[in-house]
């Protein structure tokens, strides 16, 4: 019995060493296999197929592509491993006119730059010039025009500050149809109002206002003006209540109600 059991152990080593025979090829193929593709990566890395080949952009209106891409720092040198996309986000967000800004790699060799602009809410007028403004507040100096979009609001006698501030805000929460029939604002400022404004109607009505609640108030202004002759323009002061005031010789005034019906 005892030989049987030595010669069925003697049966087993052949077996045994092709077993780790086999393992250590496996071991041998792995560590090759890693061996490679670290050359490979490595001859990358190094290789000008690593440098960035394409930057696409989207969402841009304001500044071109070359605008982009020159303060965003990338160019074709640039190693699509060394991209920090966090870095050139944050570079772009520098730009005036920018938002926002998402940057993504997309391999082997694209980076995609997503921007949201600052929406442009009206025109500064001074002189023969006119300035961007944009509905953060900021006036863009290093832009002006000599023309501007039909139906944009011009502003005159503000500068950046809180009532510009202020006049941005009250305008993006007017209705289109509102903010496209404003022709021009002034920033009038009373002893009594700080944030007091007159504006020019393209109809040509006249607006007393204050920026206090401007928006809530030039919401009806559709309303007003339909109880109204629209061949006698005047005056319509929104301060307090809304009153009509005709700019006739004689003095006319006339409460108008904020919507038909009302009391």
Known sequence: MEKGKIVALEDRIPKLKEQRRRKANRRLVLLLIMFFTLIVVIAYTQSPFSHVKTIAIQGNEVYSQAEIIKKSGLSKNTNIWKVRKIAVASKLQQLSEIKKADVNIQWPNTVQIQVKEYKRMA????????????????????????????????????????????????????????????????????????????????????????????SEKMIHYPSIISQLDPNKKGLIDMEVGSYFKAFEPEVEEKEVEKDQGEG
């Open 123 to 214: 025109y500064l007028k001074q002189d023969t010039n006119y300035y961007p403004v944009m509905e953060n507040g900021k006036i863009l100096k290093e832009r002006q025009m000599e023309k501007i979009p039909i139906n944009s609001p011009i502003l005159l006698d503000f500068k950046e500050g809180p009532a510009l501030n202020e006049m941005m805000k009250e305008l993006k929460n007017l209705p289109s149809e509102i903010l496209n029939s404003i022709s021009e604002i002034y920033y009038s400022p009373k002893k009594t109002d700080q944030y007091h404004i007159s504006l020019f109607m393209n109809d040509g009505f006249e607006v007393s206002a204050t920026l206090r609640s401007f």
